[in-house]
């Protein structure tokens, strides 16, 4: 470790011991990538996506609180309307019309565990082939869930209720154009089918699991929006920062801590995935034309060329801007992104000029390429060197 790395992680202590955290410090410092020795990455993002309270007299309480209200929502949610006996309170015989399967009353318990079911099986798609290219998501976690896995209880894993359902997945078409059609680079373009996925023995559970959990508690109270393809690219970087932390006590709690931050970043980021908003002012679309502004600003030659090709910025800047950039590189590529947005104090205007900065830095390619040549550049980003786009990014941004 150089002298110079081991400077920067006393730095980022310094400011994280003191009774109340100075905020801008934080950020100024996180925003050039947090190390991720000590558990350092998984504090500083709880704490810039105001999971975390800057006075850590605080942090104990609020952490427990937190905890338990998910357990609570584990309790409400993952349930089995109709037949767990101890959760509806009756047995077979005494099933009453309100709980039949049958009732076609769409508030009955049975309309909702089927319609959960629709978007379950979206989900349960999605997150098994969540970064094929490491083996993570496939194996099992230290610390599965025991309220869902303990045979003494009434509550029954997600996993069942995806193996005994009848459902097709196709029937779910909920997503967002441009997200899973376009090739990605670094990930398997082909994935295997669910059943290639070796399923953890009784009692254990795979990372892609708990992510699945996730997912499916928040579509649950979150029901606008609910569930769309490329939120599980969301909450992926975040479950495998914090799963990962080399503090067992935090990472323990990994499933609770990603689900209140996942919340509070989709709480600045869900207008893009709700297709009514798209072309408002806080919709993806004005997102994209940003792009194209700061291009046309920093790069006119760039900018014009595009314009000649008719290279909109819906044919790219869509996947970039919706997911992060989670699909355009390698996952330890994405984290460190991730460091500089979520540092970012206008969240997400940096995101912007991180996509022009990739526009500027292949100018050479793009202004001699013809479009299908400069659309393969777009959709399978060549470089690889995240810290040249975040230096770049800088330079924009510092010469407004």
């Not at 939120?231 to 990603?258: C, Q, R």
């Amino acid at each position: 470790m150089s002298s110079l790395h081991k400077s920067r992680i006393a730095d980022f202590q310094d400011v994280l011991k003191e009774p109340t955290i100075a905020l801008e410090k934080l950020r100024e410092l996180s925003f050039s990538g947090i190390p991720c020795e000590g558990g350092l990455r998984c504090l500083c993002w709880k704490i810039l996506l105001n999971y975390l309270p800057v006075e850590r007299a605080s942090w104990t309480s609020i952490l427990a609180k937190q905890r338990e209200l998910y357990s609570q929502f584990l309790r409400e949610m993952i349930i089995q309307p109709g037949i767990a006996k101890a959760n509806m309170g009756v047995s077979r015989e005494d099933v009453t019309f309100e709980d039949h399967p049958l009732n076609p009353n769409p508030d009955s318990r049975w309309n909702t565990y089927f319609k959960d079911n629709e978007v379950l099986l979206q989900i349960d798609k999605d997150v098994r082939r969540l970064y094929p290219d490491i083996s993570f998501f496939q194996s099992a976690t230290e610390y599965p869930c025991l309220l869902i896995l303990d045979p003494q209880n009434e509550f029954e894993t997600l996993r069942k209720r995806v193996e005994q359902t009848t459902l097709k997945s196709q029937t779910v078409a909920r997503n967002r154009s441009g997200v899973t059609n376009m090739s990605s680079p670094h990930k398997s373009s082909v994935p295997a089918p669910l059943n290639e996925y070796e399923v953890p023995p009784s009692g254990c559970e795979a990372h892609w699991e708990v992510v699945e959990r996730i997912l499916f508690i928040y579509a649950k109270l979150n029901p606008g929006i609910a569930y769309v393809q490329g939120m599980n690219e969301i909450v992926g970087p975040l479950y495998y920062t914090f799963a990962t932390d080399p503090d067992s006590e935090w990472k323990e709690h990994a499933e609770a801590d990603t689900f209140f931050c996942f919340t509070n970043l989709m709480a600045e980021i869900r207008d893009n995935f709700i297709k009514s908003l798209d072309d408002s002012q806080c919709g993806i679309t004005y997102k994209m034309e940003k792009v194209y502004s700061t291009l046309k600003d920093k790069d006119m030659e760039l900018y014009l060329k595009l314009q000649e090709q008719n290279i909109k910025p819906q044919f790219f800047a869509f996947r970039w801007l919706m997911l992060l950039l989670s699909q355009e590189f390698l996952l330890p590529d994405v984290i460190r992104i991730w460091d500089s947005l979520f540092a970012d104090d206008n969240r997400f205007d940096f995101l912007l000029l991180v996509c022009c900065a990739m526009l500027i830095l292949i100018r050479e390619q793009l202004l001699e390429g013809d479009f299908t040549v400069n659309m393969r550049l777009l959709q399978d980003y060549p470089i690889t060197d995240v810290c040249q786009i975040l230096q770049k990014a800088k330079e924009l941004q510092d010469s407004k």
